[in-house]
């Protein structure tokens, strides 16, 4: 095989390799070596030639790490294994044209660059287009920004920076680890590969030191709360006759912990509209006021005189309220662009909701004395929208319906995905969802206490609420990407130097 093949090739196992790294596996220096790999790969070769290098690494990457979709399309959207299969590859190929564009413009920026120069414009360049392309994957036609290197090293040091720079800010710096890792075992001088090894040290041990400084304080009393996780099973969730049996379900999990200070149903809990749950809505109310219990539940918020609704959680007890999310699902909660898609849709009988988005002004909801922030299901995936419930918020709350995915690894990456937000913010994090895995999650991004998964199953636990503001969380995503965007221009104009000095 040349050495055109080997990159390819070499490109494609990487890919392949690059979700070991995170959750259920948690092998992160495996991802660290596959974009060294990749980066690699790239290296003194044309901008189309690392474009396809790096499409094959997004094949391989997201075909052995998100091709989970598939079950929920088929399994629980009802359509046919053909169309399921082919639905879900195109989903696979348009996220592998992110690695592939960054790729295309590592490898141009650097192609001006010579001799010297251009190991350590590599370093820079391939860890700013890695994070950029990372960053807009996270919010191009509403985002996915799933298998982010960043969360694969929650509990190495580099997850210390979160705090100061969020998911991105640590992406940047994985991807620069990759880098050096690569260009060091590319450099013959020992003197210069070791300035490199000492550059990756000096990272790592700040984002270890990071680790130790405590970034929020406790606000007010500990809580008990417990986690309700009913169990039920997704293709028979909806079916008219299981609505009572789940209200029982509930009912009866409530009623075993009143003594818990609050409690947390998951995502849709309830299999009724806001408007026919009212009866059960003000009973609960009425039995959590008498035990001095707050109830937070999940259920399909629609008023009978209006044509809107909404996936929402409410609050019942002392206080209620109101959440409606705000991040909605492309292709199943909601059709983008429908003048273009709708036809299509139609076409395919792909199955459609068509759900009503809330405002991103929703203040956190009130419950014993604390604020919480809410996000339902993949709403937790963006941490720039979770830092708009600070600093009021002294408790985060994640609820799921993660069914959707049962047997696959979707719901482990999406726990490790809500433990970010959870180091990000310096809070705790509740997390109830309906087959798993429900989750308390410590203000370090650390898991206390689990569930276990696909049982019926309450999780109770004390949780101490916690104020302040991270530097993440009153910059958001700006720092990361600037400096990210600041390397790949400082490349570029010393590129574009030399093409005016020659």
Not at 62 to 76: K, L, R, T
Request: net charge neutral; glycine share 10%.
């Amino acid at each position: 095989m040349n050495a055109r093949g080997r990159g390819e090739v070499s490109a494609l196992i990487a890919g392949l390799l690059y979700p070991l790294a995170f959750a259920p596996f948690g092998y992160y220096p495996i991802g660290i070596a596959a974009l060294a790999v990749l980066f690699w790969s790239w290296t003194h070769v044309r901008p189309a030639r690392a474009f396809s290098r790096g499409v094959l690494f997004g094949i391989g990457m997201f075909g052995a790490g998100v091709s989970w979709v598939f079950i929920s399309i088929h399994h629980y959207g009802g359509v046919d294994v053909a169309l399921s299969s082919f639905l879900t590859l195109l989903f696979i190929l348009f996220l592998s044209l992110f690695p592939g564009c960054a790729g295309w413009i590592a490898a141009r920026v650097l192609a001006p660059i010579k001799h010297d120069a251009y190991r350590p414009a590599s370093v820079a360049v391939f860890a700013g287009v890695w994070c950029l392309t990372e960053w807009v994957r996270g919010w191009f036609l509403t985002g996915f920004p799933w298998l982010g290197i960043g969360y694969s090293v929650i509990d190495a040091p580099l997850g210390g920076l979160a705090p100061v720079i969020g998911v991105y800010g640590v992406t940047l710096a994985a991807a620069a680890s990759s880098a050096m890792v690569q260009v060091a075992l590319a450099n013959k001088g020992g003197l210069i590969r070791g300035g490199y090894l000492v550059g990756l040290v000096a990272l790592w041990g700040l984002g270890a030191l990071l680790m130790h400084v405590e970034w929020s304080v406790p606000h007010g009393k500990s809580l008990k709360v417990s986690l309700m996780q009913g169990n039920i099973p997704q293709e028979v969730k909806w079916q008219s006759d299981m609505r009572e049996p789940t209200i029982e379900l509930y009912t009866a999990m409530s009623e075993a912990h009143w003594d818990s200070d609050l409690q947390i149903w998951p995502e849709s809990a309830l299999p009724l509209m806001y408007y026919q749950a009212q009866p059960l809505l003000e009973t609960l109310g009425e039995e959590a006021r008498a035990h001095d219990t707050d109830i937070l539940l999940g259920l399909i918020y629609q008023r009978p005189d209006s044509p809107d609704y909404y996936n929402s959680m409410i609050s019942v007890g002392k206080q209620s309220g109101v959440y409606h999310k705000r991040h909605l699902v492309p292709f199943t909660e909601y059709l983008p662009l429908k003048s273009v898609f709708a036809g299509l849709v139609d076409f395919m009988a792909v199955p459609m909701s068509d759900f009503s988005s809330g405002s991103a002004e929703q203040a956190p909801l009130a419950v014993r004395g604390q604020r919480v922030g809410i996000s339902i299901c993949f709403e937790d995936a963006f941490g720039e929208e979770v830092i708009d419930s600070l600093p009021a918020a002294t408790l985060l709350v994640n609820v799921s319906n993660d069914a959707w995915f049962t047997g696959s690894i979707a719901p482990a990456q999406h726990l490790q995905i809500a433990r970010m937000r959870a180091r990000e913010t310096a809070r705790p994090l509740l997390r109830a969802t309906n087959t798993g895995l429900t989750a308390v999650i410590d203000p370090l991004g650390r898991i206390t206490a689990v569930a276990p998964q696909d049982e019926a199953f309450v999780l109770t636990a004390e949780v101490q609420p916690r104020a302040g503001m991270t530097p993440y969380a009153r910059l958001g995503n700006t720092p990361a990407v600037v400096i990210a965007a600041l390397l790949v221009l400082g490349a570029w104009s010393q590129g574009a130097r030399r093409l005016n000095i020659h």
